[in-house]
């Protein structure tokens, strides 16, 4: 089959962000199927080593072959640093502009993944008509998240939004979360639960391998981090993360006389925020690093590093729904995972007894981490259940083959219904 798949974001290990759509379109290459995926630029944050430039086509799309997959990339500038306003206007854009080079590839199913919540609209601009199927993915309780972040402040814009999602649940053969809060949220809106499957985000446990990953290849870039234990964040300095929490935990493991040394990588438009207050707090460059972000292809050396990994979002219910790939990769990586909030992940971290949640309250977290780490038999238990966790419910063999299972089902589902009406016509 011919899989049109649509994502604005789309990644690459060379680049620094998210490769689950890298990987699926990876698994459904392997499976025979011819797939193109439609994406935008990459954001310059993300371009850790970008490779050969693809080839121009005719000045508006680039395309490229990457593994197997062609790839067709529009010129839409868009980064995590920008204002809410320059976002919708880069979402809207490549969503409009999308639709021509969707349909045009005439696939037989389209994937269409999110956030933002906008790329439905190629996804139902290239299936309207035509009967063919659309698996539509969500990323991110939307618009529920925005909303609560002051993203969609007036209520034609959260009208329009809710909209939206209903039309591109409407559209789908099959509906795809990423957890099962995001599956709930669907499903509340009328979608049949039985066309809404749950894939969470993956751990690689090949990339991840801890025997194969090289700490001293990221200490030696960083020796001041040398014998130091490390709770690494490796992500968005996004409004929803709330990495001044972290900041404020740093302060606080100072005043506990701790070695450990929070270690933040990435981009976003919190990252300057999150500098000045480290600097005014005095932790800056000492309890608490900043960096740049890494390649994904990278991380697995920077986890290796690392005595725990964390996961940081801000205060808002509608985020206990989320399936961050950090938390993935680090179970992956044989990490204990320490997260700031409650949901889904902080129930399996206590369930299995791969990490912990540490409390609001930076004082308190502060001790209740310094607490974790300073136990190293309680760490050496949570590694083992994470690499455990990692592997029977999230690893990338499993939920590749689930995922490919369901965009196969609807492209042969609606092979069989076109050909029932051709042979009912026939008759």
Known sequence: MRIVYLHQYFLTPDQSGGIRSYQFARALTARGHDVHVVTATPPTASCVDPG???RADRGRFATEVVDGITVHRLPVPYDNGMGDLRRMAAFCSFALRAVGRARG?????VV????PLTIALPGIGATIGRRTPMVFEVRDVWPEVPIALGSLRNPVQRFAARTLERLAYLASSTVVALSPGMADSVVATGHPRERTEIVTNISDLERFDPSRADAEAFLSRH???RGRRLAVYSGTFGRANGLVHL???ARHLRELGSDLCIVLLGSGAEKARVRARAAELGVLDDELVVLDPV???DLPDVLAAATVALSSFVDVP???SNSANKYFDALAAHRPVVVNHGGWQADALAETGAGIRIARDPARAARELAAFV???DAVARASVAAGRLAAERHSLELLSEKFCDIVERDGMEARASRGSRLQALRN
């Not at 590839?105 to 199913?109: I, P, Q």
């Not at 269409?112 to 956030?115: D, I, M, N, R, V």
């Open 295 to 297: 390649a994904k292809a």
């Open 318 to 320: 509608a985020l206990e």
């Open 223 to 225: 020796p001041r981090l």
């Open 112 to 115: 269409a993944t999110s956030t």
């Open 247 to 249: 900041v404020e935990v």
């Open 105 to 109: 590839l005439g696939g037989d199913v």
């Open 374 to 376: 300073d136990d190293a």
């Open 52 to 54: 050969a430039s693809p």
